[in-house]
Nanobody, 112 residues
Framework: QLQLVQSGGDLVQPGGSLRLSCAAS????????IGWFRQAPGKEREGISC????????YYANAVKGRFTISRDNAKNTAYLQMSRLIPEDTAVYYC?????WGQGTQVTVSS
């Protein structure tokens, strides 16, 4: 069964950068899209980005467009979310998802 293991969350100052990773085991990520969601305290979980399986088409929510970059390395069975120019409003637990499977979530806190 597919398992998604996330890493890379941290406390970072405004304007800083982080890269989140989502590594799969038990099955391949190669044939379906991968998505990233986030949930801030007191708010609903929101989709922020996704990437297709073969042609690498990407989607970004307006809140992160131009600052975040999604990518995938099918050979490594891993997806990434590169986050730049972080702002306090990016503070949330971030989740990767593939088909009906979810990562465990990783905390990103943007604060000075």
């Amino acid at each position: 069964q597919l398992q998604l293991v996330q890493s890379g969350g941290d406390l970072v100052q405004p304007g800083g950068s982080l890269r989140l990773s989502c590594a799969a085991s038990g099955d391949t990520l190669n044939y379906y899209e991968i998505g990233w969601f986030r949930q801030a305290p007191g708010k609903e979980r929101e989709g922020i980005s996704c990437i297709s399986s073969t042609d690498m088409k990407t989607y970004y929510a307006n809140a992160v467009k131009g600052r975040f970059t999604i990518s995938r390395d099918n050979a490594k069975n891993t997806a990434y979310l590169q986050m730049s120019r972080l702002i306090p409003e990016d503070t949330a637990v971030y989740y990767c998802t593939h088909r009906s499977f979810w990562g465990q979530g990783t905390q990103v806190t943007v604060s000075s």
